[in-house]
């Protein structure tokens, strides 16, 4: 059989190479260069097609597409959400993702992104927080202690300086696991009994909880004024983590209304209650916190725009690391019109 | 490092090994069986989730997400279409396609599709000649000698007992390239100067042209009482083959309305243009053919469904071909929760 030609391979980044290039580069590193590159991208928010994701529901899950284009790159992200998965063994959530290239519809990029998912979920964390939170603020509670946890605490850690991180979940094992995981990384952690317990003293309150259901994680009177509530769990309609009455009082910040509307916590407030755009007050265009004693929201849901920056970000360091496999994922045969005597040549 | 387990592997279809299933199988023979698998799924047609694809356009091109449900196994593809890729070297369509566990989110399946998207797009057209055509049809033009050609003839001979194709292309280096790889195949190869002596004494008219503008490669006179037109080409905004008299004086069958309409030969006419759905003839519904002067026209775009079918049909042949490899796309950790440790362990 003919070596099928050079485009016919697409760089390909299992979970293995993801390890060793988020390893390679450095945790926190990497959080702080997504930060970078995310923030990049919404800076020219109007470039991109932005569409809400495309989800397919069912009764314990949902898996979505994420797609957007700048017009130069197109990319997607295939990812899941089910709730009941942790109980089989199995992740929450998993993702990969796609880059191609817009002038010709051929991929450039196949990558696992169920750690870059986490990743950038968290850099996205922070860097809302880098303009929402509280001068200052040092303590983050951090409610929900599983897969996405560890990422957090970095981020906020290498983005916005915080050096103690309140642990608490409703499995003490998950909170354990946290803390063994963050040893020796220069922050302050402490593993709580009780919710109210882990945001005592917090500037900052993570809620980054999964089940698919309209929970309670904070009540109205656990919210002090002038906190940071990044909310992460609620991301699906139906699954929310906070009391509607914090939303009423809190100034609320979001990726992209015509998704968080559907998914965030917001689904819970009317279809026209306002809110800020991120990127918005990251090109300066409106303001972030304008008070110590507001109470800022970011009710985070994950936009393909983050994904697409992530996956940029991966693309840009496989020349340098080499940390890729090639994939031969596209046919492409020496005559573009002689796909079928090509699949006749290879018998 | 940990070798990943079972469930992070996704079993891959490369070109390579999908070349070698087909091939393995025999090419008519996986185009009678794809017609038998879209035919079972278009029978069930109310189990799918369906959603019109989710089309990415530019000044060159399109790039699409086709994702659909039948409540157990969801399923999408990839695909662009950029007509302007064949003078640089490059397949015009190129796809691949994933199928994943409705109950988990984690992928089943990850395939090369621009070699299964050609067959399941001839099986489709060949299987609504089936149910449209006119009785004893033997003859069928082929306006369009490209990427697709080869693929239309071998259906048609397959499924519907065509045992003469006339062939013309704008480019008589295309056609000669159809004449050549199809010798031997037991059919009569006719090679045409002109679209009117390639329809001449065709029972079916299959147009299959690649050019993203509003062409007319059938004009209203060429087209005699009783035909079956095999619309093909027509399927993006902004790119037809049929002059809209034809379409007047004919009766036309679509796969999915809220698609076609804004893709197909029909977005020449009114929105409430009365078209069959070419299930409902497949089901007994709706009638097909109903006389043998009418023409009937299957404005065919694609659908996500029968991607999925053909996706289904080649995963249900890996067990037994074993051509696949093994994708370490899903990161998979021991505990669910401990997608952080998984990471740091890997070191």
């Known amino acids: 059989m003919k070596t099928p030609s050079k485009q016919a391979y697409v760089p390909f980044v299992s979970v293995a190479n993801m390890m060793k290039i988020v390893l390679h580069i450095g945790i926190e ?92 979920t968290a850099a996205t964390s922070a860097m809302a927080a880098k303009w929402l939170a509280p001068k200052g603020a040092r303590v983050m509670a951090l409610i929900g202690n599983g897969a996405q946890a560890e990422f957090q605490a970095l981020a906020f850690k290498a983005i916005c300086g915080i050096d103690e991180v309140r642990f608490y979940d409703i499995d003490p094992a998950a ?8 040893q020796g990384r220069g922050i302050k952690l402490t593993a709580c009994k009780t919710p109210e317990a882990a945001i005592e003293g917090a500037q900052i309150i993570t809620t980054v909880t999964a089940d698919k259901q309209l929970a309670t994680i904070l009540t109205d009177n656990m919210v002090g004024s002038g906190v940071h509530i990044n909310g992460v769990g609620g991301d699906c309609p139906g699954k929310t983590e906070l009391h509607r009455d914090i939303l009423l009082r809190s100034s609320i910040f979001v990726e992209y209304p015509a998704q968080t509307r559907v998914e965030g916590e917001i689904q819970q407030l009317d279809a026209d209650h306002p809110v800020t755009e991120l990127w918005q007050v990251i090109t300066g265009e409106l303001a972030g916190r304008t008070s110590a004693a507001q109470v800022t929201l970011f009710d985070s849901v994950g936009f393909a725009i983050e994904d697409f920056s992530a996956l940029r970000y991966i693309h840009s360091k496989l020349a340098e690391t080499g940390m890729c496999e090639q994939l031969d994922i596209v046919a492409d045969p020496d005559d573009p019109r002689d796909l079928f005597g090509m699949l006749l040549r290879s018998a």
């Open 175 to 182: 909170t354990a696991k946290c803390v063994a995981n963050l």
């Open 29 to 120: 590193r990497v959080m702080a260069d997504l930060v970078q590159e995310i923030e990049a991208d919404f800076r020219r928010w109007g470039k991109f097609d932005k569409t809400p994701r495309v989800a397919s529901h069912s009764d314990v899950g949902v898996i979505e597409l994420m797609p957007t284009s700048d017009g130069e790159t197109y990319g997607f992200k295939y990812v899941n959400g089910h709730p009941s998965n942790m109980k089989k063994g199995l992740q929450t959530v998993t993702a990969f993702g796609l880059l191609a290239s817009v002038d010709t519809g051929y991929p450039i990029l196949l990558s696992e992104m169920t750690i870059l998912t986490a990743l950038r």
